[in-house]
């Protein structure tokens, strides 16, 4: 055995002293059990000495003392088995408790870095492992051990000189014993690992049962499941096979070295009686028995090795620090961060010096704050601003390495962490509940000798009692695991209640209102307000409406408070916090006067079938484009008619008979040769930004797809109703700023276009709108679909045949090379990042992936595959949802009972906002892009090759 492992075995054993009283009489009876068996050999060779002694068969002694030694060897093995087997359990229960209870003090960040299906498993199966070490190897050793020794010792008494031909195969065995034993122990680590992935995927399909259920997923934790469930059988069958081998073949070399006895014995026979040589030869034979036992404590051995390995790892684990000596009982309340810093590395904490030097990891920065006793303090702040950590170092869930936490002046590390706790009470985002009565969840741990009437008191404040009382069992009823069979508002709920009853001095909010509908927060916020009387609270929010009455309102920024003071002190400053406000409040009046009125659609929920579905259904005729199904044959002829269509509108602009018409703005035209879905849209935002970069005043027309006004035509307003203006308009005017016409007759757009302050215009679409002159045609391919089959619509995807690219100005690819034609440009679509598309407040992408790793991808565009793929790049789960390109929003299709976050595309998001809805879980993800190098400069050639410049530069002249 190696060092280590005989340093753990040793660490192991002293869960067995204690019970060695236990111990050794189960050695004394397994020590009895082995002679009575060496006897009983003795015996019936005795027997076969004695067999024509008329005077010895008479008496009958040696079967009596045959059987007197077969009942001591059943009642030394029973005794030994029972006694041993009460130690190893005790060792095993002992073991369990102090693996919880070392559980519950572990800190934070322990369970930030570690599978909660590890630490189940452990405690379950890993540590009944300890029985194969602790207890089962060791009386292997003593039952099997002492068998091997007097039955050796009893073959060396009759013949000393063949026991020692028989030893001869022990450094044979030896070998078997080595080999194995690595082997062994890798397995077993194997064993453990997939066990713990096996319940890490049982506990999540578990808990998330319902998000299994909905979203389909069956299928999917099912080969979850498979696979880590097949590696623990692979590892199972592999340890057997090699116990069994190991085992075999030591029982194979045992025979041998037994046959080799029997051939030597015919030699010695004149020296050994025929009992003599029988009792010899029934020892050796029942040696092989306890041998084998004895190679297989082997595997136990190192299974059990593995096994404490790894709980003696976690028992290592360092516990909360509590070096506190105060209680603390609090007086006024006082609470004061005094050049607070704290970062967190890797899930754990960076010691001072790493905090200081590293300021790029650090999540709170030189926070300097007061709370006076009594009052409220909100801190607000982008998502990933700090602040869940502020509010999280109070009860010091993580210590700080640098700088202060104050309560009534004296440090929160000089006191014990119990008193800590005790004076604080938290209401966090994430409630969590435990499967037992509605009771027992709000009257929890240090609360449950609470009176019935103060539970009733804080049941009315919480304004819980409608729907507890409407409960069969009221109070008496069991929730479910993490109170699943309450709603989300009613977990919120009984959380505050829980909370209120604990009547600490110190109250913390981190969202505690999040999950509530409108009149119910409302109700909560009144409960609130009153529980906060005279108490030091700090409230966390991202609905600012909430805060407005705090007494100072704490605004961070990147970990760093940026501004403080009262609501209206903030909004007068104009600073960041008025951003944030403004973001959640911009529909004014002021905004809307002159606007359509807002859509009100009754929302409900839905349940929605599966993503493969969707996309089949949705893109059913688009795939087989781009998959060149041989059906699609079948639609040539039509193909054909609606080529003969399109050469009838075209050719009498090609042949000159009919001229196009012109208005004074030069026209650059961005289009797709075939149908939609090309990424056009983002480039005409680009050249938008490029032009204003030249001194243009760019403006843009459109067909204005699905807007009611598209017939007439009309400047599209800033906050424009889609329905009316069209989805593309409404994006195109809110997110450049710039005049944007929709028309369906694009020559009256410019015409209207011409009464702006415009001196050029982009048509967003156009190309095979003939009737329109352009002076710079751009056509943008989809560079991973291509053109599909190439064939013209309906059998393809082309509006015109492919050699219409070799008549335009300039191909652009989007997202990779086309290679339809020399010389063309790259375009890559990057996601600038999200916005919620109720309170407008922005996540970068990775921000947005920390937080969401799964969500509802809603569509209505041209291509949702790259919605889906951009979603998929920023490692970010998707469940699909597709509807066709310009879908009629109604609301309901972002809604969801699960409550998982959806995104939508920007486009979709324009029609989304005009109907009054709770949006709060729906963010936008917004699309930039970036060209190829030569993408500034070929711009610059097709504008001095047109001689279009700027009408400042004209004037100028």
């Known amino acids: 055995m190696a060092t280590n492992d005989w340093s753990t075995y040793k660490r192991l054993l002293r869960y067995v002293v204690p019970y ?9 009876g397994f020590l009895a059990a082995a002679g009575a068996e060496a006897y009983f050999g003795y015996a019936f060779g005795q027997l076969i000495d004695h067999w024509e002694d008329s005077a010895v068969r008479a008496s009958a002694v040696i079967p009596i003392m045959m059987f007197a030694a077969a009942l001591v060897r059943g009642v030394g093995s029973v005794l030994g ?5 009460s130690v190893s359990f005790n060792v095993v229960h002992n073991i369990r408790e102090q693996l919880f209870g070392q559980l519950l003090r572990l800190p934070n960040s322990f369970f930030d870095k570690t599978a909660h299906g590890h630490l189940v498993s452990r405690i379950t199966f890993t540590v009944a492992q300890l029985r194969d070490t602790g207890t089962d190897a060791l009386r292997a050793i003593i039952q099997d051990g002492f068998k091997v020794i007097v039955f050796l010792g009893a073959m060396i008494w009759l013949d000393w000189k063949l026991t020692l031909i028989f030893i001869g195969t022990v450094p044979v065995l030896a070998i078997v014993v080595v080999f194995a034993s690595s082997r062994f122990r890798r397995i077993s680590q194997r064993i453990q690992n997939s066990m713990g992935d096996v319940t890490h995927v049982v506990s999540e399909s578990v808990s998330g049962y319902r998000v299994v259920k909905t979203f389909g997923g069956e299928k999917y934790e099912t080969g979850r499941f498979s696979r880590f469930n097949r590696i623990n059988r692979q590892q199972n069958l592999k340890m057997v096979v090699t116990k069994v081998m190991s085992a075999q073949l030591n029982e194979t070399l045992i025979a041998l070295a037994l046959c080799l006895l029997i051939f030597l014995l015919y030699d010695t026979a ?7 040589a029988v009792a010899f030869l029934s020892w050796a034979g029942m040696l092989g028995r306890p041998i084998r036992r004895l190679s297989e404590v082997n595997a136990k051995l190192q299974r059990g090795l593995a096994a404490a390995d790894d709980v003696f790892a976690q028992l290592d684990e360092s516990i909360e620090v509590d070096n506190g000596t105060k209680e603390l009982l609090v007086e006024g309340g006082e609470l004061v961060f005094d050049n607070v810093s704290f970062s967190y590395a890797s899930g754990s904490y960076t010691s001072g010096a790493d905090q200081t030097s590293d300021k790029s990891k650090q999540v709170l920065k030189n926070i300097t704050l007061r709370i006076a006793a009594g009052k409220t303090i909100a801190v607000v702040g982008r998502s990933g601003s700090g602040k869940t950590t ?3 170092l109070i009860p010091r869930f993580y210590d700080i390495a640098q700088g202060k936490i104050l309560i009534d002046g004296t440090d929160t590390r000089e006191f014990t962490l119990g008193s800590l706790r005790h004076q604080i009470a938290l209401v966090s985002q994430q409630v969590t509940l435990f499967n037992d009565t509605l009771r027992n969840n709000i009257a929890y741990g240090d609360l449950a000798d609470a009176s019935d009437e103060a539970i009733e008191q804080a049941i009315e404040r919480a304004h819980a009692s409608e729907f507890i009382n409407a409960l069969p069992d009221g109070l008496e009823t069991i929730v479910g695991d993490d109170g699943v069979l309450l709603s989300g508002g009613q977990r919120q709920r009984v959380a505050i209640a829980r909370a209120l009853l604990k009547n600490a001095p110190i109250l913390i909010l981190d969202e505690a209102t999040s999950a509530l509908d409108n009149e119910s927060e409302r109700n909560i916020q009144a409960a ?7 108490r030091t609270t700090l409230v966390i929010a991202h609905r600012l409406s909430t805060v407005e009455a705090a007494d100072q309102i704490i605004v961070l920024k990147d970990g760093e408070v940026v501004e403080q003071g009262k609501h209206g002190e903030l909004i007068e400053t104009g600073g960041h916090y008025a951003e944030l406000y403004n973001a959640q409040f911009q529909d004014s009046p002021n905004t809307t006067a002159n606007l359509a009125p807002v859509k009100t659609k009754r929302a409900r929920p839905r349940v929605f079938p599966s993503s493969e579905s969707f996309e089949k259904s949705a893109l059913g005729l688009t795939r087989a484009w781009y998959q060149s199904s041989w059906w699609l044959h079948l639609l040539r002829p039509f193909s054909w008619i609606y080529n003969w269509g399109r050469k009838r509108q075209e050719s009498p602009y090609l042949t000159g008979k009919k001229t196009p018409s012109r208005t004074s703005l030069p026209v650059i035209v961005v289009g797709n040769i075939t149908v939609g879905g090309t990424g056009k849209t983002p480039l005409v935002g680009w050249l938008v930004n490029e032009l204003r970069d030249l001194g ?12 009611t006004l598209s017939k007439t035509g009309t400047l599209v307003p800033s906050g424009a109703d889609p329905e009316r203006y069209s989805d593309e308009g409404v994006q195109l005017r809110d997110r450049l700023g710039c005049s944007v016409v929709i028309c369906a007759n694009r020559v009256k757009a410019l015409k209207i276009l011409e009464t702006q302050a415009c001196d050029i215009a982009i048509s967003d679409d156009g190309l095979q709108h003939y009737a329109m002159a352009r002076d710079i045609e751009i056509a943008v391919v989809d560079g991973s679909r291509g053109v599909g089959n190439g064939l013209l619509i309906p059998a393809g995807p082309l509006r015109e045949p492919l050699e219409r690219l070799n008549r335009v100005d300039w191909v652009v690819a989007n997202g990779e090379a086309s290679n339809l034609c020399d010389n063309e440009s790259i375009m890559t679509m990057l996601a600038d990042g999200f916005y919620n598309l109720q309170t407008g407040e922005y996540r970068d992408c990775e921000q947005f992936a920390q937080d969401y790793v799964e969500v509802h991808a809603v569509c209505g565009i041209g291509n949702p595959s790259r919605f889906f793929a951009t979603l998929q790049r920023l490692d970010i789960n998707t469940i699909k949802h597709v509807y066709k390109d310009h879908h009629d929003f109604t609301g309901d299709e972002v809604l969801f009972s699960d409550g998982v976050c959806v995104v939508c595309t920007e486009k979709d998001a324009a029609k989304l906002k005009h109907i009054e809805q ?5 963010w936008f993800m917004r699309i930039s892009v970036s060209l190829s190098k030569d993408g500034r400069r070929r711009l610059e050639e097709l504008l001095a090759a047109t001689a279009i410049t700027p009408q400042r530069a004209m004037l100028e002249r």
């Open 20 to 28: 060695w009283y236990l111990f050794l009489v189960s050695i004394l």
């Open 81 to 85: 088995e029972i006694l041993i087997s």
């Open 270 to 276: 004149q020296t050994m009686t025929s009992g003599q």
């Open 390 to 392: 502020l509010a999280s």
């Open 528 to 534: 609130l307000e009153e529980v906060m009387r005279d």
């Open 696 to 707: 243009f005043s760019p403006g843009v027309v459109l067909r204005g797809y699905g807007g």
């Open 918 to 922: 709770d949006y709060s879980n729906v």
